[in-house]
Nanobody, 119 residues
């Protein structure tokens, strides 16, 4: 199983970035796919997730309508469109896929991609 995240980088406040994560080795369409982030010195924080059904869960306190998550089951990808970036969005962003299949729980993480937002 591999989750390959890409699209991070440097941005200025107010800019947009789009993160994507390509999953392989799993039946992606059966998984909830999402994004977490971890800023220096802080705990990992949930950002957003999208269920296999398409239902979206968002950390509204953190993103307040600025971030949009989407998925493409045909391409096995989950994306995070980040608009109106703020310096406090600076973090390593991790993609995650999880599912309860039968009696087992599956939980996979990508390697993380750095997002740095300057003021």
């Amino acid at each position: 199983v591999q989750l390959q995240a890409y699209g991070g980088g440097l941005a200025q406040a107010g800019d947009s970035l789009r993160l994507s994560c390509a999953a392989s080795g799993i039946s992606f369409s059966r998984y909830t796919a999402g994004w977490f982030r971890q800023a220096p010195g802080k705990e990992r924080e949930f950002v957003a997730a999208i269920r296999y059904s398409g239902n979206v869960i968002t950390n509204t306190d953190a993103v307040k309508g600025r971030f949009t998550i989407s998925r493409d089951n045909a391409e096995n990808t989950v994306s995070l469109q980040m608009n109106s970036l703020k310096p406090e969005d600076t973090a390593v962003y991790y993609c995650n896929c999880n599912a309860h299949l039968g009696f087992r729980t599956y939980d996979y993480w990508g390697q993380g991609t750095q997002v740095t937002v300057s003021s």
